[in-house]
């Protein structure tokens, strides 16, 4: 319980030098159809919805590699583990709302091996 805490103390801390390095990368990437050698096709992406949480892939050995503010929704971030990406979004309680616990949401971006699956 005390481990958790500290979490979410910590969280803030995290949080705040990578959120205003992510507001911005939108406004120099070339978007997808502008007629230029630079810009990238829009290619179909699955995302596979994970049913752990945030907290428990962290506890299962998965490394946060980016953080990005997702507006009003929370906090984005990016998870590894060998040779698995997670995107996961972490929702803060908000006090006008029946939402009194944080919650987060997780999606695999792809398929992990059957090994990684068994441990």
Excluded at 32 to 55: M, N, R, W
């Amino acid at each position: 319980m005390k481990k958790r805490i500290l979490t979410f103390a910590a969280l803030p801390l995290l949080l705040f030098p990578a959120s205003g390095f992510a507001r911005n990368t939108g406004d120099w990437l070339p978007q997808s159809g502008v007629k230029s050698p630079y810009a990238p096709l829009s290619v179909p992406t699955t995302l596979k919805p994970v049913q752990d949480s945030l907290a428990s892939l962290l506890t299962k050995g998965y490394q946060i590699t980016t953080t990005a503010d997702y507006g009003c929704s929370g906090a984005l971030f990016t998870l590894t583990r060998r040779k698995q990406t997670v995107l996961c979004v972490l929702t803060a309680p908000t006090p006008g709302t029946d939402q009194n616990v944080p919650t987060s949401r997780c999606w695999s971006l792809n398929d992990p091996t059957s090994e990684d699956v068994k441990k």
